[in-house]
């Protein structure tokens, strides 16, 4: 059984997401352990209401992100991790945490990359008068948002959209895609090569499985 660790920095829905997959047996992995980098993340009661164990680190304690990192990392590796997920982590990774973990870390970004990298992508879809918005799941590289694209779900927005209404849309297209994903790692059909992801030995296009031709 794979192991997976999970890195959070909120209220972890996706979290969520990921614990009822496991207990589903949809994803076929064993959810070792989840670390925070703030210890009010109500993500944590999640892991711990599932008998997870739950860690936080506070980057107050550390002289830098590169010392932070290097701390994260020891202790994530004593959970042996074949697989490590970003679940709404809001913290820039350093290079050295980022090559640590090459090929076995992932990302869920809520736009449709690789539009809107970065923060407050709801508000820039309903500034820019978008008509269509979504996520992405991704390998993670040393570019923010910039690793290869696996899978992407696509939602419409609506004229008199709030961030509210978009933000519920795109959630319930993650909490389904990024369970989905995790499991195709685990299976061992999914890689990273030569900056491109591949599902099933077939190089996957740039907008990930089942782009748009």
């Known amino acids: 059984m794979k192991n997976i660790v999970v890195l959070i920095s909120g209220n972890g829905s996706n979290l969520q997401a990921i614990i ?10 064993t959810l070792r352990a989840v670390f925070s980098n703030k210890a009010d993340a109500f993500g944590l009661e999640r892991a711990r209401e599932a008998d997870i164990p739950a860690h936080a680190l506070s980057a107050s304690q550390f002289s830098s992100r590169e010392a932070f990192d290097r701390e994260l990392m020891q202790e994530i590796d004593a959970y042996a991790p074949d697989l490590v997920v970003l679940a709404g982590y809001m913290r820039i990774l350093s290079p050295e945490f980022v090559a640590h973990y090459q090929g ?9 990359l690789p539009k809107y990298p970065g ?13 269509e918005h979504g996520t992405s799941v991704h390998f993670v590289t040393e570019q923010l948002d910039g690793g290869p694209v696996i899978l992407q779900a696509k939602v419409p927005v609506f004229a008199g959209d709030s961030e509210e209404d978009i933000t519920d849309r ?17 299976e061992g059909r999914l890689d990273m090569r030569d900056g491109a992801a591949w599902l099933d030995d077939v190089q996957l296009p740039a907008q ?6």
């Open 170 to 186: 795109v959630q319930h297209q993650e909490h389904a895609i990024y369970p989905l994903v995790i499991s195709w790692f685990i």
């Open 104 to 112: 076995r870390l992932l990302n869920i970004h809520p736009s449709l």
């Open 20 to 29: 009822d997959a496991c207990e589903q047996k949809k994803i076929n992995g």
């Open 208 to 213: 990930g499985y089942a782009a748009d031709e």
């Open 119 to 131: 923060l407050n992508t709801h508000r820039q879809v309903l500034d820019n008068g978008d008509e």
